[in-house]
């Protein structure tokens, strides 16, 4: 059985930082692209970031550029999004997902989720 197990959400004041880390089990990490969706109340889901299996590509939204920074360690079965510089309009519930494909916006393209973690950034 395939799980994705987030952690690392919090209460922040804008400035500062989180790191979150979305552990894996049950699948072949190397071999799933990751990515990081986020949904903040009242609004649609959105791609945040998303890594290769071998972690040589990266894809970020335009908001996110130059202040977070998506990364994994295979061995460890676990991908993390560094976040710095924190606003308030990145307020949201942070999912974790696994595509077999490759790594993609496409949210339709992840098979596996996890059940999110919620970050807060205090203005």
């Known amino acids: 059985q395939v799980q994705l197990v987030e952690s690392g959400g919090g209460l922040v004041q804008a400035g500062g930082s989180l790191r979150l880390s979305c552990a894996a089990s049950?699948?072949?990490?190397?071999?799933?692209?990751m990515g990081w969706f986020r949904r903040a109340p009242g609004k649609e889901r959105e791609f945040v970031a998303a890594?290769?299996?071998?972690?040589?590509?990266?894809d970020y939204r335009d908001s996110v550029k130059g202040r977070f920074t998506i990364s994994r360690d295979n061995a460890k079965n676990t991908v993390y999004l560094q976040m710095n510089s924190l606003k308030p309009e990145d307020t949201a519930v942070y999912y974790c997902?696994?595509?077999?494909?490759?790594?993609?916006?496409?949210?339709?393209?992840?098979?596996?989720w996890g059940q999110g973690t919620q970050v807060t950034v205090s203005s």
């Open positions: 997902a696994g595509s077999r494909t490759y790594y993609t916006r496409n949210y339709q393209q992840y098979t596996y």
């Open positions: 049950g699948l072949t990490f190397r071999n799933y692209g």
């Open positions: 890594v290769s299996g071998s972690g040589g590509n990266t």
